[in-house]
């Protein structure tokens, strides 16, 4: 989680964060760092909890940016996106009377 967390401030999303988002990632940080001191997994386990919630943001600007960027100048024709949902039924014709 932490490697991740380094990952992330490298990541150009970490300045999509408003400074508040920030401090709350670093506060979370923090503590998580303290309770590794200890042996108690329920506390480590809560507090990985919380920094994986605190960083949910960044993680979602994090594949926003990622995604544009794989998908920068592209349009549906060139995009390599697949053919996409199949219907369980073909369409009928339309049947007109005149």
């Not at 999509?16 to 200890?38: G, H, I, W, Y």
Request: net charge negative; glycine share 6%.
């Amino acid at each position: 989680m932490l490697t991740a967390l380094e990952k992330g401030r490298k990541n150009v999303a970490w300045e999509q964060l408003s400074s508040q988002e920030r401090t709350n990632v670093a506060k979370l940080e923090t503590a998580l760092r303290a309770v590794m001191q200890e042996e108690d997994y329920q506390s480590i386990r809560s507090a990985i909890d919380a920094l994986n919630q605190g960083t949910m943001r960044l993680a979602e600007l994090m594949m926003d940016s990622a995604v544009g960027a794989a998908l920068k100048g592209q349009n549906m024709d060139t995009a390599d996106v697949g053919e996409g949902p199949e219907s369980p039924h073909p369409i009928a014709s339309a049947e007109i009377e005149r």
